[in-house]
């Protein structure tokens, strides 16, 4: 009984942590799911950005429909770097799995940012949304230059 | 004032509309967008796929975590199949196009029926969550044989 409850916990636990490869057949399946969920990702972060710099006019409610992608996007890839991905064609350094500790920790810090970015595209102010847009990017920024190559 | 506010409207309206291929710079980010949408959903309904056949042990916590993954992802590929993007590299078939209206129609089911998946994940209930699983997996294979190559 012990045993099947640590099973339970253990299963629970880990369904949307950080090594759970078992979640995909292949290492190559955990690579493209993680590719898969960057390139949405950047896709609606681009729009904000075109906003931020002021390349796109400013709209409060389209801000705030990427964010909010944004947000929920940032949640999903780091499952899918588990032991055992470094190996496929990635372009993770092999520093995401040294020093997991880090990579694990400027990913909690995007995840909490882009929480915060929607806040700001909620409160309808241009500066709120440019200061938290930049605040996001500089996230993604520290984490690429450590984490993954060009 | 009228063209502004006009405008205005039309920006607001086309944020997340089916064909905003403005929002993309190719037609080719566009095809890898949805591709990308497709995989991120399809490994979290795969998931879900594994209990609802019994190949997993049946676990609520899981299947919502999965199920609301789903729901969201269901939102975004769509407003990636705008004009112009029928030529390039992609297994939709010409009739997303040509049929759009039904095009559309499938994927607002698919959207519909994954809501319903997440509600009945949150019974907690196994029978409520296969039902609900099978009747989602109905609406994506009831669109990819009309609009999807093999």
Redesign the interface.
């Known amino acids: 009984m012990k045993k099947i409850i640590l099973t339970a916990i253990a299963?629970?636990a880990s369904?949307?942590s950080f090594t759970a490869a078992a979640?995909?057949a292949k290492p190559e399946?955990a690579v493209?799911?993680r590719?898969?969920?960057f390139?949405?990702t950047a896709?609606h972060f681009g729009?904000m950005g075109a906003m931020a710099q002021g390349k796109a006019?400013f709209?409060a409610?389209?801000a705030a429909?990427n964010a909010e992608?944004v947000a929920?996007m940032a949640k999903?890839p780091w499952h899918a770097f588990g032991e055992g991905t470094e190996t496929a064609e990635t372009k993770a350094k092999p520093e995401v799995w040294k020093q997991n500790a880090k990579f694990k920790e400027l990913s909690e810090k995007f995840q909490a940012e882009s929480v915060k970015l929607v806040a700001a595209t909620k409160t309808g102010k241009e500066d709120a949304f440019k200061a938290a847009f930049t605040a996001t990017a500089g996230t993604c920024k520290s984490c690429h230059d450590d984490f993954k190559n060009k």
């Open positions: 299963v629970s369904a949307m979640q995909f399946d493209k799911y590719k898969a969920a390139t949405v896709a729009r006019p709209d409610k389209i429909e992608i929920n999903l």
